[in-house]
């Protein structure tokens, strides 16, 4: 397969501390955070990267769109199921990773005393921060890191070295936001303000993703078809619409009644370890068998699929998914 990864950027920067320590201090004080224990946890390595990175002095940030996804991530798991743009291929962390660990090959060739480390947001990192400070881009009103020219539909990566960084920091970039609310008015649930806080506890892909919990009532309604994640207020940034070449790629509709059908019947008839199997160099095997289980039967509630009655049933006395299962049967009737 042809190798398709083009880096958007990369710039190098003293490995000091966050710029938005106390206000990332202060969302997490707040609960923001939802049941993301671990960022809670790691808050000191987060607020101190030099501290807990010894002997690491600088860090090279470097970008790597996704929207286009990379030939080299692979075809999407699911062809009909509506997901995020970053979940359409195989998982970043192993094919990002890569591409990050042949730059930090080059950099050793040259430099063959010092020390390299790869990541990419595996380890307690605020490098949207580290992002903002190197200009590759300003905090947006949905969160995201955005870039003029680039949008916001990109990873972010970082190598951490032993090299001393530059003197001096690029000026940041302008923050075009501006009186734009799109992002906030977007989204179903009131998730973001505009003081730039996300509000996990409300965050659809918080939901379907991370949390291990069956959603309450007011989440299950406003999830629409939602399988795995949530791009909602990214796609209707102004600085990320002109990247899409068509409509239904910014609108992210799921596929066609039949192919739902297939593909969330697939789901539910599954084992848990046969779809970890079938997914387990993508980014849907982070919600685990169960929690993509979850996620069938409320989009199956949703679209109102009576076909899949009989698969829904087999779910009435589970022990975590049953009262989801009733609360489907009740919506597809």
């Known amino acids: 397969m042809k190798e398709s990864f083009e880096l958007s950027a990369l710039a190098h920067i003293p490995l000091g501390r966050p710029l938005s320590h106390e206000a990332f201090d202060q969302w997490l004080d707040e609960g923001l955070q939802a049941d993301m224990d671990y960022l809670k946890e790691s808050r000191e390595v987060r607020k101190n990267p030099s501290e807990h990175f010894k002997p690491m002095k600088s860090v090279l940030l470097v970008t790597q769109e996704y929207y286009p996804m990379p030939e080299s991530a692979g075809p999407p798991p699911f062809k009909s199921l509506r997901m995020a743009h970053y979940a359409r291929g195989k998982d970043y962390h192993f094919w990002f990773r890569e591409k990050l660990s042949q730059i930090a090959g080059k950099l050793q060739k040259d430099s063959p005393n010092e020390s390299f480390l790869c990541f990419t947001d595996a380890v307690p990192f605020l490098e949207r921060d580290f992002g903002a400070q190197a200009a590759l881009g300003w905090i947006g009103k949905n969160t995201c890191l955005i870039h003029p020219k680039k949008g916001s539909l990109f990873f972010i990566g970082e190598i951490l070295t032993t090299l001393e960084g530059p003197n001096e920091t690029p000026p940041p970039l302008h923050d075009f936001c501006g009186k734009c609310r799109a992002c906030i008015d977007i989204c179903p649930t009131e998730a973001l303000d505009e003081s730039r806080r996300l509000d996990a ?124 299962a009733r609360w489907t049967l009740t919506q597809i009737v």
């Open 201 to 324: 506890n409300k965050c659809l892909a918080f939901w379907n993703i991370e949390s291990k919990k069956v959603p309450p009532l007011e989440i299950r309604e406003k999830m629409e078809d939602w399988f795995f994640g949530c791009d909602l207020c990214q796609t209707v940034c102004p600085w990320n619409l002109k990247l899409f070449k068509d409509q239904s790629d910014f609108e992210q509709s799921s596929g066609t009644r039949e192919s739902l059908v297939e593909e969330l019947g697939f789901v539910l008839r599954s084992s848990n370890k046969q779809l970890m199997r079938t997914l387990k160099e993508t980014p849907l095997s982070r919600a685990g068998g169960r929690g993509l289980k979850r996620n069938a039967l409320i989009v199956i509630a949703n679209k109102k699929l009576q076909e899949l009655k009989t698969d829904v049933s087999n779910f009435e006395d589970h022990p975590q998914l049953g009262e989801l």
